[in-house]
């Protein structure tokens, strides 16, 4: 599982050190650029050439034009000629300081989701005016990614920047791999061999988020059919490791989308938890 929590640096430092004694697990900061109702007007400017990560944060029974908010954003997104979206379904959280949590048995309780997209600045820029008018209070998040490869097109390798990102923590690398659930390698689904690939290679650990709704490239969004269950939704496939062992991760990743696959890299602090608050340092 993966619980994520966004609010402005001083709120997420002062939690900071609760969350590393009572999460055991991998902890990471990333750094994004917070857009809400207060900050939406007066967006920085970027150099057009740079790429961006947007993300939507939402409840699931959200609204926009008599449709699920995450279907409309995920239109919106398609008609504006982004490349992708991920629309993921959570379990638990809190949004706007109430509890959003699944019951068994029950469809009528909202939780949170998010809608992710990457697209370069000027895109990303001209859609984020039409994705909060779709919400009543819009919440997004902008970073700045390097895109590694596209569609079986290569171009570049993550960066390596070892060093500390404070806290104690260590800069590492994430990787993210945007596909398709139904995407095959020999037959088998991308996202499974990926993990089995970098278990054997001894990468710390991998995480595949299934996508409930979205779209890649000129498919219009879409979720799962009746008769392909988890076949046609979008995944999301992350791999956080050090500077060091991440060329090994992305020799396996780049071989597994010759085809097709967004594939993503981004400098982060990171460090792992054990239970009752040990650090044990690096992933």
Do not use: N
């Not at 609010?7 to 055991?24: F, G, H, K, Y």
């Not at 007066?42 to 029974?61: C, D």
């Not at 060329?247 to 780049?254: G, K, L, Q």
């Amino acid at each position: 599982m993966v619980a994520v929590a966004v609010d402005t640096r001083a709120r997420i430092e002062s939690v900071l050190e609760q969350t590393l004694e009572m999460a055991p697990g991998l902890v990471t900061l990333e750094h994004a650029r917070l857009l809400d109702d207060d900050s939406l007007f007066g967006l920085p400017v970027s150099s057009q050439e740079e790429e961006t990560k947007l993300t939507v944060y939402l409840g699931s029974r959200d609204q926009a034009y008599q449709i699920p908010a995450y279907e409309a954003i995920c239109d919106l997104l398609y008609r504006r000629c982004i490349a992708g979206a991920t629309a993921l379904l959570g379990v638990d959280g809190t949004r706007r300081g109430r509890r959003q949590r699944a019951r068994l048995f029950s469809r009528e309780v909202e939780v949170p989701m998010m809608v992710i997209a990457v697209a370069p600045w000027d895109q990303t820029m001209g859609v984020i005016p039409g994705v909060s008018r779709l919400l009543r209070h819009p919440l997004l998040t902008l970073e700045l990614v390097r895109v590694c490869k596209r569609d079986g097109l290569f171009l570049g390798v993550p960066d390596r920047s070892p060093g500390t990102g404070g806290h104690g923590m260590a800069l590492c690398q994430k990787l993210t791999v945007y596909t398709s659930a139904g995407a095959l390698h020999e037959g088998q689904p991308i996202h499974r061999t990926l993990a089995r690939r970098l278990r054997s290679a001894g990468l710390s650990g991998v995480t595949t988020l299934r996508g409930l709704w979205g779209y890649r490239g000129e498919h219009a969004p879409h979720g799962d059919s009746a008769l392909h269950l988890g076949h046609h939704v979008p995944a999301i496939t992350i791999v956080i490791d050090t500077p060091e062992r991440i060329p090994a991760a992305f020799a396996i990743i780049d071989e597994l989308t010759a085809e097709r696959g967004l594939v993503t890299s981004e400098t982060i602090p990171a460090i792992r938890t054990t239970a009752g608050g040990g650090r044990k340092g690096q992933p």
